[in-house]
C-alpha cells in the first residue's frame, strides 16, 4: 500500500534506503525531542533580557535548556538502539523459497520440465532448495514452494510433492511472480527467497548465504550472490555481468562486459563477477517492487534487477565460489548432465 511504500522511498538527501525500524526510532526521537523542547520552555519561563543580572540569568537558563535538550536526545537514542539492537535476533527471520517457473519461454518453451538425467530440471531445483537451512516450515506450506501460470508444470510439481501456487500470465518476471505467490500463501514472511527453476545445481548454501547477507543489511532491500567469469563467457549476453562497492553493495548489471576496458579485449588478471540467478528480497519491498515503474536501464538490458539500483535502492552481494550451470537454452541439457555424470550426481 502507499504507507508501506513511502517508508521505504529514499531520503531526498542522503539517497539511502531505511530500514522500517530505524524511521519509526527516528520518528520517535524528533517527537520526543520536540516535547522536550516545549516543556523546558514552559518550566524556565524564558523571557527577555533586562539588566546585566539578569543577562547571566538568562545565560544559565540558556545552559539548562541546551543541556536538557543533549540529554534528552542521549536517552532517547539510548533507548531507541535498545530497542532495534534487542530485536535484531528477530529481525528477518520468516523466511521461504519461492521458485517462479513459466512454460512460454521465448528462449526455451517448457524449460521446467526438460528432463536432467531422468528428473524434471525444476524437480531437481526444487530438491536442492529444500535443504537450505535458512528456509522455514510454515504449515500448510513447505519452505519452498513453486509459483506458475502453467497447468501441466503445476501438475508435474505435485506429482513429486511440491505445494504449488498459481499465478497469473501477466507476471513480467520473476520478481513479480514471487510478489503474487507471496500473497496467496496468506503467511507471515519477512523475507521471500527467489530461486530460479533453471539453476537445478543450486547449492543450499549460497540460498542461506544470501539470506544471512539480507538479516545483516537493514539498510538493503534486496541481495543476491556473484561469482567469477569465466572468459569464454564474457561476451554472452545470456551471462549477466555485475559490479559491486567496496561494502558489498551492487553498482550496476549488464549483459555486455563489464567493467569495460579501452582496448576492448577481455583483461585476464581482472576479476569479472557472473550474476547467480537466485536473490531474496524484503517482503515489505516485494510488495512496492510491481507498483515502481519501469526504469529506462531496466528495459534496455532487460535485467529486473536495475530497476531496484535505479529507484534508488540498496542491493546487497555475496561473493561465492561457484561453478555456475545455468539452463539457458537446449545445448544447455547435454552439457549439464555430462557434468553431473562426471561428479556422480544423480
Not at 535548556?65 to 536517552?75: L, P
Not at 530497476?307 to 561457484?322: A, P, Q, R, T
Request: net charge positive; aromatic share 6%.
Amino acid at each position: 500500500g502507499p504507507d508501506q511504500g513511502a517508508t521505504w522511498q529514499r531520503g531526498k538527501r542522503g539517497g539511502d534506503s531505511r530500514s522500517l525500524g530505524q524511521d519509526s526510532h527516528f520518528q520517535r526521537s524528533k517527537e520526543y525531542l520536540k516535547k522536550s523542547t516545549r516543556r523546558g520552555e514552559e518550566k524556565m519561563d524564558v523571557r527577555p533580557c533586562r539588566s546585566s543580572s539578569s543577562s547571566g540569568s538568562s545565560s544559565s537558563s540558556k545552559l539548562w535548556i541546551v543541556q536538557g535538550i543533549v540529554a534528552s536526545a542521549v536517552i532517547v537514542a539510548g533507548l531507541a538502539a535498545r530497542t532495534y539492537l534487542g530485536g535484531s535476533r528477530k529481525f528477518r527471520s520468516r523466511v521461504v523459497g519461492i521458485i517462479p517457473a513459466r512454460f512460454a519461454s521465448s528462449r526455451f518453451p517448457g524449460k521446467p520440465l526438460v528432463q536432467i538425467l531422468g528428473k524434471p530440471m525444476i524437480q531437481r531445483t526444487w530438491e536442492r532448495a529444500k535443504l537450505s537451512t535458512c528456509l522455514n516450515h510454515v504449515e500448510p506450506f513447505a519452505s519452498a514452494v513453486v509459483a506458475t501460470d502453467d497447468e501441466k508444470i503445476a501438475e508435474c510439481c505435485r506429482g513429486f510433492g511440491a505445494d504449488v501456487i498459481m499465478t497469473s500470465e501477466s507476471c513480467r518476471n520473476g520478481t513479480e511472480r514471487c510478489n503474487e505467490a507471496l500473497q496467496k500463501l496468506q503467511q507471515k514472511y519477512d523475507v521471500v527467497v527467489n530461486i530460479q527453476g533453471d539453476e537445478p545445481l543450486i547449492e543450499p548454501g549460497i540460498i542461506d548465504g544470501i539470506v544471512k547477507a539480507l538479516q545483516a543489511a537493514p539498510d538493503a532491500v534486496f541481495s543476491t550472490a556473484v561469482t567469477a567469469l569465466k572468459p569464454g563467457d564474457a561476451f554472452d549476453p545470456n551471462r549477466v555481468k555485475c559490479v559491486v562497492d567496496n561494502k558489498g553493495y551492487a553498482i550496476y548489471f549488464s549483459r555486455g562486459l563489464i567493467p569495460y576496458n579501452k582496448s576492448g579485449a577481455v583483461n585476464p588478471r581482472y576479476p569479472y563477477l557472473l550474476h547467480l540467478g537466485i536473490q531474496s528480497y524484503d517482503t515489505k519491498f516485494l510488495k512496492l517492487y510491481p507498483e515502481l515503474p519501469p526504469t529506462p536501464l531496466q528495459l534496455e538490458e532487460d535485467l529486473e534487477q536495475l530497476k531496484v539500483l535505479e529507484n534508488g535502492y540498496k542491493m546487497k552481494v555475496i561473493k561465492v565460489d561457484h561453478e555456475a550451470h545455468g539452463v539457458d537454452a537446449p545445448e544447455d541439457v547435454e552439457k549439464i548432465e555430462a557434468l553431473m555424470r562426471e561428479h556422480n550426481l544423480s
